[in-house]
């Protein structure tokens, strides 16, 4: 009878220790699909529970993981995972948390450019080992767009090229000097008749055609150089900025001109000798 008893008491004391080695042994898998990290982004995987978490993890090489807690008593922190030398392939890691209490798990992607995106998020039960398998890979498609970006040709509004100073120097004071002595000059031949009107008109159509060639030789200057950037692939900042000015200041030109052709504000000027 006491050997019955004993047997009895062994029986029950190697169930419980099973028991005991099944429950702390238990763990859960959770596997992701491959998660596609742009250049500048990183997978963090946040962890927060009432008791401290334990976190263990591997990776291969050519990724660098970042263990960070934000509780001094180790229940908060974050385990970052960023491809650091990639050859195109797919990295898998795993990280492994436990502890004595329920704990909560998310997974996100980061970059310090865009806002965070949630990539999955978990309940852990306490003393289970939680186990999180992931694969990462490099989006070379977001790095191929971002590199044609990089190499397309440069195109700025507001900025001003020397040379194209240069084309108003030229053709500015030349008309200007132009219109000045034809003005002194049919002042001396229509004398009497000639009034301010008649000079400010005759200024206005000297300088409707120094824009216009300016205008012209701006544009043509503007197109040469979106070519020559498209056929060598060189660089060249298009600034179109002064492309604008110079078509807003001969269309403003124009304007007056044209008004001034409409109220016959040419009639002494065109008159015959």
Known sequence: MKLFSALIVVAVALLVASVVVVVADESIVAELETVKLNPDE?????????EAV?????APPQVRVTLEEISSSGCSGVVKLAIVNSSGGVYECEVMLFSSKPFTLSIRKS?????????????????????????IALNWQSNTTSTSSNEAIPVSLWAVDPWKVAVY???????GVTAALDVRDMKRRRAGKWGFL?????????MFYAFLLSFAAIALGTFAFFIYSSATGFS???RLGDLLISFLAFMAFGVVYAIGKWRGWYELVDEED
Do not use: K, W
């Open 42 to 50: 990183m997978l963090v995987v946040s962890f927060e529970g009432q």
């Open 198 to 206: 008649e000079s400010f008109s005759l200024f206005v159509r000297y």
């Open 54 to 58: 334990y976190v263990a993890y591997s």
């Open 111 to 135: 970059s310090s450019y865009a806002s965070t995106s949630e990539v999955q998020s978990y309940h852990c039960p306490a003393n289970v080992t939680f186990r999180l398998v992931v694969p």
């Open 236 to 238: 060249v900042d298009l």
């Open 169 to 175: 120097c030229f053709f500015i004071p030349l008309f």
